[in-house]
Nanobody
Framework: QVQLVESGGGLVQPGGSLRLSCAASGGILAHYSIGWLRQAPGKEREKMLC????????YYEDSVKGRFTISRDNTKNTVYLQMNGLKPEDTAGYYCAAVMGGCNMGYNNWGQGTQVTVSS
């Protein structure tokens, strides 16, 4: 199974930007649909968006539309989450997940997560 490692989280001021990376090993990321999810303290994990094997993007969370974008670089076996216009309510642990299928399937490979804190 593919192993996923997220990076790029940190502390950022409101209105700022971060780019998270999801690097894969043990598998070819181009064979997988990759989703980004997040979980804030005391809240359930929520799906935000997913990029399919054919690079189609599906948004599941309206609050990130227009601010977050997902992309992949198959030469680096990495998927990115570009986050702009960050808000305090974006503070959460961010996770990437993979499935060897479409974005509508359940994920079966997970990274360990990276923390994003939006605060002044």
């Amino acid at each position: 199974q593919v192993q996923l490692v997220e990076s790029g989280g940190g502390l950022v001021q409101p209105g700022g930007s971060l780019r998270l990376s999801c690097a894969a090993s043990g598998g070819i990321l181009a064979h997988y649909s990759i989703g980004w999810l997040r979980q804030a303290p005391g809240k359930e994990r929520e799906k935000m968006l997913c990029i399919s094997r054919s690079d189609g993007v599906t948004y599941y969370e309206d609050s990130v539309k227009g601010r977050f974008t997902i992309s992949r670089d198959n030469t680096k076996n990495t998927v990115y989450l570009q986050m702009n216009g960050l808000k305090p309510e974006d503070t959460a642990g961010y996770y990437c997940a993979a499935v060897m299928g479409g974005c509508n399937m359940g994920y079966n490979n997970w990274g360990q997560g990276t923390q994003v804190t939006v605060s002044s």
